[in-house]
């Protein structure tokens, strides 16, 4: 009697998986039951690691214990209660990394005020929308954005009070604003008297680009946040004794989420760098001991590119945490710089269908079994190529896809479990957007990811594109829509069609900017000038290229658009717009 053997080639460990879902959904619904939020999630940390050093900001040198971090943001709290904040309030945050930024939305937390987390690249139109579209009452500024500031806050409503948090110059200012550090120091210390909040009440807004222009604020409530820390800190085995190195900017989730989580919640020390250096990035490490580094794929990309130095091999990092790490480059950069795991994830601040590759499968940005799918309900499904529109059988339901086939990423909305519920954004439209029927069976409903995967036969999952009407470059989402609304109003409302393209050795997609200039007559002068002023660097088009029309008539297939790489015919002009699109 013969047995048959069935070899794998690759063998992947679903029980730690599974036991890493099941950790930390008991865990949330834990804290729901004991009606914890994260801020005192956090006080149980300072009370088990006191004096440990918990963030270190890099720019200064300066070190805060996780009773300093408290003390401060103690602080924070009393001066806003006694500045008449209240619970449910909403205060800008707009400022570059430093501890203080930690400290400030965590302080608002304590007394159930809502940071909203404003992107300090942005300037004019985009950032007076994501401080209107909060509501927010107040915003507190660095000073090293006080002219961004200066152009906007007129526009802001005179109800909104203004704080300025560093070096202070009253004459440039906004007139009435306030310097914070002054009032911080005359205010106590002692805890404030927190409100009655639950796990699922909201912390704080993060912004995401927005497919119909301008960015949408999507809501982060205590228990999403302990979540997307939770799962990377279990899942890729992290301690409290780690020292992570935090180089993204800290109004994205990676940052302040996946990053900072790891402070507040699991006791670890996190180096915060107020922007990435590819030059100092190992020294940095060295200095500071690190043993976990943060990365997007550019990272990565943009560390291989420097000369080789003696430093990239003589520090103690044993795992690079992130998203974006291309295949081509993954086994190089493990080598070359002797980092012995990438902790590659896919998730979004607001999706329920976040991935961990676990066990270092090369060029995965995750897993799901296939042989227990029902223990974390998301799928690949089908879409229409031209049109990203899904793809139903007969009964209505969304055809899943098979192995080896693309498909647009989705997730099963159970909104009483921690772990498939879905709270969007604040516009309720942007939300219902996001939020697909009948996808998995009739009458359910599903959250849409907007981005291709391809699932192999083990399932491990691979990121393949972004669909709708955005592209990621230089680790941010851009809006196709709000550039080509900002260019035509910079072009006297020229037609413009905004797209991205792969560039040769470059992550994610470049920005290209079709116009309809039959005369020839932009001034490419001027309108670079004004492109630097109304548009973040990510979001500048790298490419622009000019046509005796744009035909704009119905929806524009982007996708069709950005295949074509390639400009022929005599009657059109192709400029870069910066001699490198890195």
């Not at 915003?139 to 802001?156: N, Q, R």
Request: proline share 4%; charged share 25%; net charge neutral.
């Amino acid at each position: 009697m013969g047995f048959w053997v069935l070899k794998c080639e690759w063998s992947h460990d679903v029980k730690h998986d599974s036991s890493v879902l099941l950790r930390v959904k008991l865990n949330v619904k834990k804290h729901l039951r004991e009606r914890n939020t994260l801020p005192k999630l956090f006080a149980k940390s300072v009370k088990k690691y006191g004096d440990k050093t918990a963030l270190i900001f890099e720019g200064t040198g300066e070190k805060w214990s996780f009773k300093e971090l408290d003390e401060y943001s103690n602080r924070v709290a009393n001066l806003l209660l006694q500045r008449g904040f209240k619970e449910g309030d909403v205060i800008a945050l707009f400022m570059e990394n430093r501890s203080q930024y930690v400290g400030l939305w965590l302080g608002m937390a304590k007394i159930g005020v809502e940071a909203a987390l404003i992107n300090f690249n942005l300037r004019l139109e985009a950032l007076v929308h994501c401080v209107n579209i909060s509501n927010a009452k107040a915003v507190v500024f660095g000073s090293e954005l006080t002219d961004a500031m200066c152009e906007v806050h007129s526009s802001m409503g005179k109800t909104v009070k203004l704080f300025c948090s560093g070096e202070w110059d009253p004459k440039r200012v906004p007139e009435g604003t306030e310097h914070l550090e002054p009032l911080l120091e005359a205010t106590s210390t002692n805890q404030p008297s927190q409100p009655d909040r639950s796990f699922t009440d909201r912390l704080f807004y993060i912004y995401t680009s927005g497919t119909t222009g301008m960015p949408k604020a999507a809501i982060v409530v205590h228990s999403r946040y302990y979540r997307m820390a939770a799962l990377v800190y279990y899942g890729f085995r992290m301690t409290s004794e780690d020292v992570l190195y935090d180089c993204l900017p800290l109004y994205h989730s990676a940052g302040n989420i996946v990053g900072v989580g790891q402070c507040l919640i699991h006791g670890m020390t996190v180096v915060i760098r107020k922007k990435f250096s590819a030059s100092k990035f190992w020294d940095d490490c060295i200095k500071y001991n690190c043993t976990i580094v943060q990365y997007i794929g550019e990272i990565c990309r943009y560390l291989l590119n420097q000369p080789k130095k003696d430093a990239e091999r003589q520090h103690k990092v044993r795992m690079a945490l992130g998203n974006g790490l291309r295949q081509s480059i993954w086994e190089e950069f493990t080598t070359r710089f002797n980092v012995p795991q990438i902790a590659e994830f896919y998730g979004a601040t607001e999706c329920n269908c976040s991935l961990g590759n676990f066990d270092n499968k090369t060029g995965a940005c995750g897993f799901n079994s296939r042989i227990l799918p029902f223990f974390y309900p998301i799928r690949l499904v089908k879409v229409d190529e031209e049109t990203m529109d899904l793809i139903r059988g007969p009964d209505g339901v969304c055809i899943p896809c098979g192995p080896g086939e693309p498909g647009q990423l989705v997730g099963r909305i159970i909104q009483n479990d921690p772990l498939r519920r879905f709270d969007g954004y604040v516009n309720q439209s942007a939300t219902n957007k996001k939020v697909a029927s009948d996808v998995f069976k009739k009458g359910d409903s599903a959250y849409l990811s907007g981005d291709v995967l391809v699932m192999d036969d083990y399932g491990y999952m691979y990121f393949k594109d972004r669909t709708g009407d955005t592209f990621r470059w230089k680790g941010e989402n851009v809006s196709t829509t709000e550039v080509e609304g900002t260019l035509s109003r910079m072009l006297d409302m020229k037609d413009v069609v905004v797209y991205g393209v792969e560039v040769p050795g470059a992550e994610g997609k470049a920005g290209m900017a079709a116009i309809a200039d039959p005369e020839h007559s932009t001034d490419l002068v001027k309108f670079s000038r004004d492109l630097e002023k109304a548009l973040p660097p990510y979001a500048r088009p790298v490419f622009l290229r000019f046509l005796p029309e744009v035909n704009k008539t119905g929806e524009i297939l982007q996708h069709f658009i950005a295949a074509i790489t390639k400009v022929e015919g005599p009657q059109e002009r192709i400029l870069p717009v910066y001699s490198s699109p890195c």
